[in-house]
């Protein structure tokens, strides 16, 4: 407890006074109160209680009962141990004394986490001392599957009721440019759009600096991470989930992130576990030599509470020497967000930020206004580009966009064996590139003949396979290969497996790569091929052909969380750097030396540009 002045702190009743004693106040009796139950991780269906729309023009959802309780500050309090208008003691006692039971108390932040009946609430509103009672809002993991969506976010761009005409959005959103950065090796073309190998050869790795990510988790057993993980804690209620060690990334969201920052180099898994020619050793992190923490604040969903994240973020700012922890530069990742603002999220970000740690955040997949806390002030907020340098469609915009970083088909780790990799071929047609994996898709491997869906009737065609119960009777024990079209995904896999497939091919009708989201599950394995390859097998029927979809230990990922952990990797790099450097001087350092794109200067896409770390080292 020696270091709960820094930390919120979970507040039983049986351990208030130590809390209190350890915070610096004078020690008063306390009524008691009923045990608090932890703050349960958030389903994705949970209903929206707050009117709130936020800056997104997303509802952001609160569990039943959950709020935050701010109390009155003292002007220039926030992160020191002047409280306000009330101690600490007073405000826990002010909580009860209305008829709140308290999960979490903020002792840095005057406000705690709390279960609240309409009565009880109605007493606290009342409270002078009170300034705001707001709901425990619901955040979201904001990176998913290349060509697909996650439960776990929400996105204007889902491709779950994809028609697949070639005016629409991709939530992939490939731009039509060529290539500017590939990849090569271990290399990942987000570490070549960073200059990750000049970097490394130079001796820049981020060693010595901290990068403490807030997410789903880790699969601490991968690899690419080597037993080297500094720390690890679960802030959330889910059962068994307090080990990097054994199963906690439900959602693979946090092992991908982390991936990013820090995946080792010569750490491969075998070809078993790889991508379609992917290199042996796997990937390499932008900053391989941090030390690294997962502060899982997310749930098995993929969602968690304000509350769940502020409880990480004073974790990961307790690393901090000047908070009696061990490291003396953190940097906090996070890859989540919502639409709505909370006041005591606001606070809890100023107070890290004023103890030394730097705050980046993930700007939304809404293509809309930025969302938070990548909004708030004291944060530094990351949108998405492709490798193009082309902003993704789905990444948020507006004034707080501070840099961008590579957030579309971006290859990073996944817990063991959870990922799917794709694999299609056709006797007498051209190698297949950039074969996807259907979300949702079974495993396994099938064989056979290829025959277009045809419009029902067993005629080659186009082969969009529309109509819900259309069925082909060629397609039994064979292949099905249909086109991109006018109808969703779903219909067209619904169609063929109910047909009798064993596999379906799906190919795109415009240019670039095809990943398809799917509502239920199937045993078949289905896979997304461009329009190139389609058009060519269908050109060679009648032709025999493969479609596999086998487990993998990585996975492509697109999302402003994608974008993220390599603009929080480039500034740790940098702090390792220039470790003299301020939170405040170190985001000036980055934001005037990132290479412009978009229009000239400052825009609401891309901010101040890519973030350039061999840049704000060398100046070159």
């Known amino acids: 407890m020696k270091n709960a002045r820094s930390f919120s702190v979970a507040l039983l009743p049986i351990g208030l006074a130590l809390t209190l004693a350890a915070c610096g106040q004078p020690s008063t009796s306390v009524q008691p109160a009923a045990a608090a139950s932890p703050v349960a991780s958030l389903p994705a269906t949970t209903p929206v209680t707050s009117p709130d729309t936020g800056t997104a023009g997303q509802p952001d959802a609160s569990l039943p009962g959950a ?87 929400r996105t204007s ?63 601490g057993n991968h690899p690419e991470f080597q037993n080297r993980l500094k720390g690890y804690q679960n802030f959330t209620s889910d059962a068994n989930r307090t080990s990097a060690y054994s199963l906690n990334d439900v959602s693979h969201h946090g092992t991908h992130v982390s991936g990013t920052i820090f995946a080792q180099y010569g750490a491969g898994t075998g070809a078993g576990g790889l991508q379609s020619g992917e290199d042996p050793n796997g990937v390499g992190g932008v900053a391989a030599g941090v030390n ?85 002030t004291n944060v530094l907020a990351v949108g998405a580009i ?124 415009t240019a670039g790569p095809l990943g398809a989201s799917l509502t239920n599950t199937y045993s078949i394995p289905v896979v997304g091929l461009t329009q190139q390859g389609g058009q060519a097998t269908l050109a060679k029927l009648p032709t025999t052909g493969t479609v596999a979809i086998t487990a993998a230990d990585y996975e492509y990922f697109d999302g402003t969380s994608m974008a993220t952990p390599h603009v929080s990797a480039a500034a740790a790099v940098v702090w390792a750097a220039k470790p003299t450097l301020t939170p405040a001087s170190l985001t000036a350092l980055l934001q005037n030396t990132a290479t412009d794109l978009g229009a000239a200067g400052k825009d609401n896409s891309y901010g101040y540009g890519l973030v350039n770390p061999y840049k704000a080292i060398t100046g070159n």
């Open 67 to 153: 709020y935050l309780v701010g109390f009155r500050q003292s002007a220039g309090s926030l992160g020191t141990q002047s409280v306000g208008t009330l101690s600490v003691e007073a405000q826990a006692f002010a909580v009860q004394a209305a008829g709140g039971v308290i999960t979490s108390q903020y002792a840095e932040l005057s406000a705690l986490a709390v279960q609240l009946t309409p009565e009880a609430l109605a007493r606290l509103k009342a409270d002078p001392n009170v300034e705001y009672v707001e709901p425990d809002y619901q955040r979201h993991a904001l990176g998913f599957r290349s060509g697909s969506t996650d439960a776990g976010i």
């Open 157 to 219: 761009n889902s491709l779950s009721a994809q028609t697949g005409s070639a005016q629409s959005v991709s939530a992939q959103s490939v731009s039509a440019q060529a290539a500017r950065w590939t990849a090569s090796g271990e290399t990942t073309w987000g570490d070549t759009a960073l200059r990750v190998p000049t970097l490394r050869s130079a001796g820049y790795t981020g060693s010595g600096v901290a990068v403490c990510v807030g997410d789903t988790g880790i699969d």
């Open 292 to 376: 690294l923490y997962m502060a899982r604040v997310l749930g098995d969903s993929g969602s968690g509470s304000s509350s769940q994240i502020i409880n990480g973020v004073n974790w990961c700012a307790g690393k901090l020497k000047s908070k009696g922890g061990t490291e003396a530069h953190v940097v906090v990742s996070l890859s989540l967000g919502g639409g709505s603002a909370s006041t005591t999220e606001q606070r809890a970000y100023t107070a890290a930020y004023n103890a030394g740690a730097l705050i980046v955040a993930a700007s939304g997949n809404d293509g809309a206004a930025v969302s938070y806390p990548a909004a708030y």
């Open 386 to 509: 492709d490798d193009s340098g082309t902003v993704a469609g789905f990444s948020n915009f507006g004034s707080k966009v501070s840099l961008v970083g590579p957030g579309v088909h971006v290859l990073s780790s996944v817990p063991l064996g959870q990922g799917s990799a794709a694999s299609a071929s056709a006797v007498n047609v051209p190698a297949f590139t950039d074969v996807s994996g259907a979300d949702k898709s079974g495993k396994g491997t099938f064989t056979g003949n290829v025959v277009a869906a045809g419009d029902g009737t067993g005629t080659a065609g186009a082969g969009q396979f529309c109509g819900t119960g259309t069925r082909n009777a060629a397609l039994n024990g064979n292949i099905a290969l249909i086109a991109r079209g006018t109808c969703t995904f779903e219909e067209k896999v619904a169609n063929a497996s109910a047909s009798g497939a064993k596999g379906v091919m799906l190919y795109n009708n």
